[in-house]
């Protein structure tokens, strides 16, 4: 591996992940994907966002993005990192851009799979299901706002235009 890796930050290339998944600071990370990717897994994630607010792509020294996770790397020896970054690839968490020195890191994580499910503890299991129900519902009351929103904005649109053929005197109804 490079002794540097830039992290760029990547739209999930899956579109129903994009619309319907978690971002990356959601409790849903941590409590539900940290027992399938492990906690320097997790903590990544979950720091990704601030890192890329400061600069973007992030870019680190392997070894010091490693010893800041909890997974300090000597020389010569970055295995643990390794096997964390295969972990994020694997899932569908992020991808190689250039194998060891670029990583995409998606900006949205899926729910977890009914198979991945059935092998977790069930205290995790019962946090996905309250996690991803409330997060479907802030979906569907946030669409059905928007719904309202675009309703609305449409009304107002074809009043606009209606009385743009109006006489000023009757458009303001006069």
Known sequence: ????????????????????????????????????????????????????????????????????????????????????LHRLTRFRLGAWIEPGSAMAIYTEVAPLTERQLHRLPGWTQTAHERLLGDHLDGIATRDSRGAKVADITSRLDRLQYSHASLPPSQALGR
């Open 1 to 84: 591996m490079d002794t540097h890796l830039e992290l760029h930050a990547r739209p999930h290339p899956d579109l129903t992940v994009r619309r319907l998944g978690f971002e990356l600071t959601h409790p849903y990370v941590e409590q539900c994907w940290g027992a399938v990717i492990g906690p320097s897994g997790v903590a990544l994630l979950r720091r990704m966002p601030v890192l890329w607010s400061e600069q973007e792509p992030a870019r680190f020294p392997t070894a010091e993005l490693g010893a800041s996770l909890g997974i300090g790397t000597r020389a010569g020896d970055d295995s643990r990192f390794s096997r964390m």
